[in-house]
């Protein structure tokens, strides 16, 4: 199981190089070369600095081309080039027609430095003609790793502004930490498919054998309802196991539970009684795939299955502004809180809380998440937290 502990780590160490993004992207728009802060050169270097996110997601790679010309808008320079550890992964500007990507870096930008900006004051191209006769070399450095150089060209040889070093450098930072973001993000992406399989796997032979049981009673005396409820258990199946869609609405993850819901009443009969009320703002909200469901199951298990009369499960969907909340309560004999730490930090006996947990604060952030709501010593409710949008999660 992989735990919030990690979740935590991860949103710590995001939290840390979002502040780096921001704190560079203000310095560069501050910087002394723009006075008048209404200016039309403040207003191009913070949309430069804005524009540069998109192109960087994927981290440095040849995509990394059309972050060049913001770059070039930013810094001011005749040219800018991004590269890895040894060659151009994009050029932009003055002497682009033999400046290209794939070109070694070291003619012209030396060996680079981890700790310091350095500045190149006489620049020897090969190509006779090159309009490039300086530079600075800034290094892209990714968790105290260097990964590459951002190198901005200029067309006049000799000693250059302190104030043109400032700003490569900067930019330097804010391009580095944008790169150390698309990795956090990549990296909380995998942890939560990883998550995803171990739910898949704790849930699916007590799910398959409970649903097949159902049918089976049915074959003989039903065999229309046996029928239907076989194609139930097809969807649902289809729908928890399908690895195209690592996100989905309530709207979806609810059609699903109901068919859930469906294979276990035909399980419990009348003993398993149901009452859904989601308010409307609350469908299109996005959540990670089955983390309803799990959330259904436990309140089945624990507040119908162990009690001989059965019971009754109740799901909500409560707007709360930027915020939804789901609400699954059951009315067995209730959970100690001590029993409910330990599900979810993932080591109760509960099918996938402390799973279902670690996947919405790696996706949503450490504010969000499950809890476990007072009941007074009567059944059990969990609420379930998450915002309305989130920047990059869309339904699959």
């Not at 191009?44 to 524009?51: D, F, R, Y």
């Not at 030396?110 to 600075?136: F, K, M, T, W, Y």
């Not at 003993?271 to 859904?276: A, F, I, S």
Request: contains cysteine; charged residues 20%; hydrophobic residues 45%.
């Amino acid at each position: 199981m992989l735990g919030p502990r990690v979740d935590v780590a991860l949103g710590v160490l995001l939290g840390l190089t979002l502040a780096a993004s921001l704190a560079a992207g203000w310095r560069l728009v501050r910087v002394p070369r723009v006075q008048d802060p209404s200016s039309s050169a403040m207003q191009g270097a913070v949309h430069a600095a804005t524009s540069l996110l998109p192109h960087l997601r994927r981290g440095l790679d040849a995509g990394s081309a059309a972050a060049a010309p913001h770059l070039r808008t930013l810094t001011g320079a005749a040219a800018i080039a991004l590269a890895d550890a040894d060659r151009l992964l994009a050029f932009d500007g003055l002497g682009g027609d033999h400046h290209r990507p794939g070109n070694e870096l070291t003619p012209f930008a030396g060996n680079v430095r981890e700790d310091r900006v350095r500045v190149e004051p006489h620049l020897h191209c090969e190509q006779p003609g090159c309009p490039l006769r300086s530079a600075i070399v800034a290094p892209l450095v990714v968790q105290g790793d260097r990964i590459g150089a951002l190198v901005a060209f200029y067309d006049r040889p000799g000693r250059l502004r302190l104030e043109e070093t400032r700003v490569v450098g900067e930019a330097a930072s804010l391009v580095s930490a944008m790169i150390e973001l698309s990795e956090f993000e990549a990296q909380a992406e995998r942890l939560a498919r990883a998550e995803l399989r171990a739910l898949r796997a704790q849930i699916s032979p007590h799910f398959v054998y409970n649903a097949l049981a159902a049918v089976a009673s049915f074959i003989h005396s039903k065999p229309e309802e046996a029928r239907e409820l076989l194609t139930e258990f097809a969807e649902f199946t289809r729908y928890a196991f399908a690895r195209q869609r690592a996100y989905v609405t309530v709207a979806d993850e609810l059609r699903y539970v109901e068919k859930y819901l469906r294979l276990e009443q035909a399980r419990f009969g009348d003993r398993l009684k149901v009452r859904v009320q989601v308010d409307p703002e609350v469908l299109q909200a996005v959540l990670p795939v089955l983390s309803l469901q799990p959330l259904v199951e436990n309140a089945v298990r624990h507040g119908v299955e162990s009690q001989a009369g059965g019971g009754m499960v109740v799901i909500e969907g409560i707007d709360l502004g930027v915020d939804v909340a789901l609400h699954v309560s059951d009315d067995g004999n209730g959970i100690e809180p001590e029993k409910a730490r330990a599900a979810l930090a993932g080591n109760g006996p509960g099918i996938g809380l402390g799973n279902v947990h670690g996947r919405l604060r790696t996706t949503f952030g450490e504010g969000y998440g499950l809890d476990f709501s007072p009941t007074n010593g009567h059944g059990t409710t969990v609420v379930m937290t998450m915002p309305k949008f989130s920047p990059g999660v869309r339904a699959g």
